[in-house]
């Protein structure tokens, strides 16, 4: 069994063109701080009116892929026409599929229109709110009938899988492709928003995207197409990942910031992670002794302080996992309890996990550590056991 814990932070970069507008005399252009008017509407499509997104998660909140999608950074983004619906853009029709990305770029050209940046997308799904998800804030399971890759459904079928601006089947349905290439450190591949998966969470999130090269064909991917000029922003991440774990065996400053995270916790119960209320005198009397650097995926990288509280009562050992935010405060992710024992940390066999070792009146053990997400989970003890033949393991 294994117990999470939630946070969220990485830092990550955008950049938007502006589209330079026409020229236009002194009677054409509204008053400064006037709405542009709304152009005449184009059957089956819904006019997404221009404002700013939110682009991408936020570093706090979760869930979030910090290699794959922006920070919260703020956007300026043009009016657009978006389809209501995937191709054909019908009620109740089942999703055009099967098309490379030149077949959706020219099945959307035949109709006067073109594929839509991934950003204008992820604004249509989030609406004039910035909403995570298509119909509000936190994920709703079975309003866009999310679970499993391979789905298709009739385009309609979910009356409440609609944006804030009224654009229909943003998730659960076909993946689409997009105008955009993928970038995000690679070459040669396009950018798909949209689609369903097993983790419902994190697909049905509007900033949620993946790759794919542009001449596949699949089952489950398809189209959406936009109608005027295109926004030039786009999604540019330089994606950091550095070594998995690093001892920071002088870093006296960072450990005397973890010791003081640990201090603001509420208790050094295992999975404790948000300070709330007055620390428990285990709390108060934790000290730091040794800090270690976790990069657990791209551009992303925890703190993690090792150390112990003793008391009149008892004797609580543990690491304070922590990540740094936007302000430069270190915030809690979770505590990990290694009971009596000092405790230490090894690699895993992905940089996802981390094993962190402690020890109780039964001898010795690990647990292991894991990102997901921006969440961490906590493992079950492990311990070693003799084997009949070949060197003990953990079980």
Same mark, same amino acid.
Request: proline share 8%; glycine share 12%; net charge neutral.
């Given at each position: ?9 990485? %830092?990550?970069? !955008? #950049?938007?063109? *502006? +589209?330079?507008? /026409?020229? @236009? ?95 204008? %997308?992820?604004? !249509? #799904?989030?609406? *004039? +709110?910035?909403? /995570?998800? @298509? ?108 070594? @998995? ?151």
């Amino acid at each position: 069994m294994t117990r999470w814990a939630a946070g969220g932070a990485a %830092l990550l970069l !955008a #950049c938007s063109d *502006p +589209t330079p507008g /026409p020229e @236009a005399s002194a009677d054409a252009v509204p008053p400064w701080g006037a709405p542009s008017p709304e152009p005449a509407p184009r059957p089956g499509m819904v006019w997404i009116p221009a404002g700013t997104l939110v682009a991408g998660t936020p570093k706090d909140r979760v869930p979030r892929v910090p290699d794959a999608e922006m920070a919260g950074e703020s956007i300026e983004m043009t009016g657009f026409f978006i389809d209501r619906y995937p191709h054909p853009n019908e009620a109740g029709a089942i999703p055009t599929t099967h098309v490379t990305w030149e077949e959706a770029k020219a099945l959307c050209q035949r109709e006067e229109k073109r594929l839509c940046t991934e950003l204008e %997308l992820e604004r !249509a #799904c989030k609406g *004039p +709110t910035n909403q /995570p998800y @298509a119909y509000g804030p936190t994920f709703r399971q079975g309003v866009c009938g999310e679970g499993g890759r391979g789905v298709a459904n009739p385009s309609g079928l979910f009356a409440n899988c609609r944006s804030g601006f009224g654009v229909h089947d943003t998730h659960g349905t076909v993946w689409v492709w997009t105008a955009s290439e993928w970038g995000r450190g690679t070459e040669g591949l396009v950018a798909l928003r949209g689609g369903s998966g097993d983790s419902g969470e994190l697909v049905a999130r509007c900033a949620n995207g993946e790759s794919e090269k542009p001449g596949a064909k699949r089952p489950d991917l398809g189209l959406r197409c936009c109608a005027g000029p295109a926004n030039l922003a786009r999604v540019v991440l330089d994606v950091d990942r550095g070594p @998995a774990l690093k001892l920071r065996p002088n870093d006296e400053e960072l450990i005397k910031r973890l010791e003081l995270v640990g201090k603001a916790l509420p208790s050094l119960d295992e999975g404790t992670a948000n300070p709330g209320g007055s620390p428990n005198e285990a709390a108060q009397a934790f000290d730091a002794e040794r800090a270690w650097a976790w990069r657990p995926a791209g551009n992303e990288q925890l703190f993690l302080g090792g150390g112990c509280s003793k008391t009149k009562s008892e004797k609580t050992c543990g690491v304070v996992v922590a990540r740094e935010t936007a302000e430069g405060t270190l915030a809690p992710l979770a505590f990990v309890a290694t009971d009596e024992w000092q405790p230490t940390l090894s690699e895993s066999e992905t940089a996802e996990s981390v094993f962190i070792h402690g020890g109780d009146r039964n001898g010795a053990f690990r647990k292991r550590v894991t990102y997901e997400w921006g969440r961490i989970g906590i493992g079950e003890k492990q311990r070693k056991k003799r084997r009949k033949k070949g060197k003990p393991r953990y079980e």
